[in-house]
């Protein structure tokens, strides 16, 4: 994974996975693949305009709205926080996943932008990464069995 210079305002990950991209993309679009590998709970509405809610872990809940679905290539969301996390108010700052297809399986580009501080971005750009190495086991067939940060800070 790398995280390339960004502006101070985004945190930017890059993933291969050996997974086509449309395996990959039903985990972003299927709330209990979505659950495998973040989350404890949660409803999702994944359409464009469509709102979620999710407790990533313990009391800390995220929520946004679906801005683009477009199988299986782009997703975009709203993302912050309703309660605990980074002080990062809810549907507050964009998180875009596009999906790049390679001759083996699938390259991810996460870009989250608009985080109001360094620490937000350093805390978000922790999380992602945990939570984007769980996502790429689930997608090439693993378990990352039980979220290892279920009392932690999260994204």
């Given at each position: 994974?790398?995280?390339?210079?960004?502006?101070?305002?985004?945190v930017t990950l890059e993933r291969r996975i050996t997974a086509r991209p449309e395996t990959v993309f039903?985990?972003?679009?299927?709330?209990?693949?979505?659950?495998?590998?973040?989350?404890?709970?949660?409803?999702?509405?994944?359409?464009?305009?469509?709102?979620?809610?999710?407790?990533?872990?313990?009391?800390?809940?995220?929520?946004?709205?679906?801005?683009?679905?477009?199988?299986?290539?782009?997703?975009?969301?709203?993302?912050?926080?309703?309660?605990?996390?980074?002080?990062?108010?809810?549907?507050?700052?964009?998180?875009?996943?596009?999906?790049?297809?390679?001759?083996?399986?699938?390259?991810?580009?996460?870009?989250?932008?608009?985080?109001?501080?360094?620490?937000?971005?350093?805390?978000?750009?922790?999380?992602?990464?945990?939570?984007?190495?769980?996502?790429?086991?689930?997608?090439?067939?693993?378990?990352?069995?039980?979220?290892?940060?279920?009392?932690?800070?999260?994204?």
């Amino acid at each position: 994974m790398t995280t390339p210079a960004t502006p101070m305002d985004t945190v930017t990950l890059e993933r291969r996975i050996t997974a086509r991209p449309e395996t990959v993309f039903g985990f972003f679009t299927d709330r209990e693949k979505w659950l495998s590998w973040m989350g404890a709970d949660g409803t999702f509405s994944f359409e464009p305009g469509g709102s979620y809610r999710t407790r990533v872990t313990g009391e800390d809940v995220a929520s946004g709205r679906f801005l683009t679905v477009d199988p299986p290539a782009r997703l975009v969301f709203t993302w912050g926080w309703e309660q605990g996390g980074p002080p990062v108010a809810a549907g507050s700052t964009r998180v875009e996943i596009t999906l790049e297809p390679t001759a083996r399986g699938t390259l991810l580009h996460l870009i989250h932008s608009g985080l109001p501080t360094s620490e937000a971005c350093e805390a978000h750009a922790e999380a992602w990464q945990h939570y984007v190495d769980r996502l790429a086991l689930r997608a090439e067939g693993g378990d990352p069995g039980p979220d290892t940060w279920t009392h932690q800070p999260t994204v």
